[in-house]
């Protein structure tokens, strides 16, 4: 879609707004909403002003100019708006040099895409994200210095059961798997979410109950390329938001929002191709492998502390990453195998469906930052011939205590993660993917805001410890 066909799409449409989004440092979506009488043709050129400072992350205040250049392409009419609106996705200039920003993580991405092409190891790199979720009933917490709480309430949840006002059929720890109802409470829930989503483009593929207890789900959408893939991920994230907002409950993408219970990922399956052809497949291999995806998972399984800073971003990530709930910590590779970091899926002998996947990201991810680093992990392995450990086809969770000492686990904290990124990020920077810059604020901005943050405050736990000693 071109300039021309965007501003005649938001006609037939009969939008009266055009809401301007961009994603910032972190993940999140931001906007601002004009009349469709001034969203002109001229936009898609003189671009959009805002205050880069006022977003966090980008600049600072004394050049906090910036503009945002709509992307005809990623047009479409907003499910939830009463009022008819239509939503353009834009990426970031500097408005005195006219270049793209580099810290615009969407451009990141771009530039991710185009380095793929220039390696000639291929042309398409293809992401399929299974991002899980909470719906809560309610959801409060207070962080006050005189009074820390959380209080989550779910009608599936196991600890309501002897409330007055529950309606029986919950859900024990680990029991979520594909009951149906009524224990599964919250079917039309997705599928009104999958219906959002199909109005905003997203061609949805499945949903389901997760394996958690207190409304733990997951939508799968069918494979796109990355940055498009990335684009899809928002408005994926935007549809479960609003649909639960507007429900009444509350939707988290926490990695780990319940002590005692499984946390939610992000399993990324992703492929590269060339002239249409996948090149990950080879008959000989182990579990249906090229040599080039096995050097693919070689570089993702290198670089994986590293990677997690941006595919497992938070501090709460590291309450998931831990054994003993299914969390992918042991960085193998294995066919069929979830207690792998990386799992070869064999539901299919098509060389089409030859991919990895790797299953240590989680939701807060930004996607464009995520899929980019992990892609271009993965192809430092390839340019490097890097070689993973050797594939082990056992339960990695009950191995002997010898053997699994042998087995490198994923870093313990976001600060750990951090720390990698920091020492290792060469192969991000290789064709200005990602650039020093982007790194650096990223780095300084997880540390002060969220680890230190974390770090510094007491938690109700340690009361319990120490409280009376």
Not at 90 to 117: G, M, S
Not at 246 to 261: R, S
Not at 377 to 384: F, R, W
Request: charged share 25%; glycine share 6%.
């Amino acid at each position: 879609m071109d300039p021309k066909s965007a501003l005649a799409y938001i006609e037939e449409n009969d939008a009266l707004f055009v809401d301007i989004r961009f994603t910032d440092l972190m993940g999140t979506w931001q906007h601002f909403t004009l009349p469709a009488g001034h969203f002109t043709e001229d936009a898609f050129e003189e671009g959009l002003a805002f205050d880069g400072s006022s977003i966090r992350g980008f600049q600072s205040i004394n050049e906090s100019d910036m503009l945002l250049i709509p992307d005809p392409s990623t047009l479409f009419m907003d499910p939830f708006t009463e009022v008819p609106t239509a939503v353009i996705v834009c990426n970031i200039e500097d408005p005195i040099t006219r270049q793209p920003y580099a810290k615009d993580p969407r451009y990141t991405a771009v530039k991710a895409e185009q380095y793929l092409k220039s390696t000639g190891i291929g042309d398409t790199c293809f992401f399929g994200p299974e991002a899980e979720f909470f719906v809560f009933d309610h959801l409060a917490f207070s962080i006050k210095p005189e009074h820390t709480l959380v209080k989550i309430r779910s009608q599936e949840a196991h600890w309501e059961s002897a409330e007055d006002d529950n309606p029986g059929f919950t859900i024990k720890p680990k029991g979520g798997y594909y009951p149906c109802a009524p224990v599964d409470k919250l079917q039309d829930l997705r599928s009104q979410m999958v219906l959002k989503m199909m109005e905003c483009g997203i061609d949805v593929e499945m949903h389901h109950h997760e394996v958690a207890t207190a409304g733990q789900c997951e939508i799968d959408i069918k494979f796109n390329t990355l940055t498009k893939m990335a684009d899809e991920l928002m408005k994926y994230k935007y549809c479960v938001k609003q649909t639960a907002f507007l429900n009444g409950m509350i939707a988290t993408f926490m990695p780990k929002p319940l002590y005692g219970d499984n946390g939610s990922g992000m399993h990324c399956h992703q492929s590269i191709w060339k002239n249409g052809q996948p090149t990950f497949y080879d008959e000989a291999g182990y579990a249906g492998l090229s040599e080039s995806a096995r050097w693919y998972i070689g570089g993702i399984l290198k670089h994986a502390p590293a990677l997690l800073a941006f595919c497992a971003p938070t501090t709460n990530s590291y309450r998931r990453l831990v054994p003993g709930y299914e969390a992918p910590i042991n960085l193998m590779y294995s066919a069929r195998n979830r207690s792998a970091c990386v799992r070869i899926p064999m539901v299919s002998k098509s060389p089409k469906a030859k991919r990895i996947e790797f299953r240590a990201p989680d939701p807060m991810a930004n996607p464009y930052l995520a899929f980019a680093a992990m892609m271009m992990a993965g192809l430092d392995g390839i340019q490097n011939r890097i070689e993973p450990p050797k594939p082990i086809d056992k339960d990695l969770y009950e191995l002997p205590p010898l053997e699994k000492a042998q087995i490198e686990q994923t870093p313990g904290s976001l600060r750990a993660t951090l720390a990698a990124l920091a020492s290792d990020h060469e192969f991000l920077l290789k064709g200005d993917v990602f650039t020093k810059e982007l790194i650096e604020s990223y780095i300084e901005y997880k540390l002060e805001h969220e680890c230190d943050a974390v770090d510094l405050r007491p938690h109700p736990y340690e009361f319990y410890l120490y409280a009376d000693n």
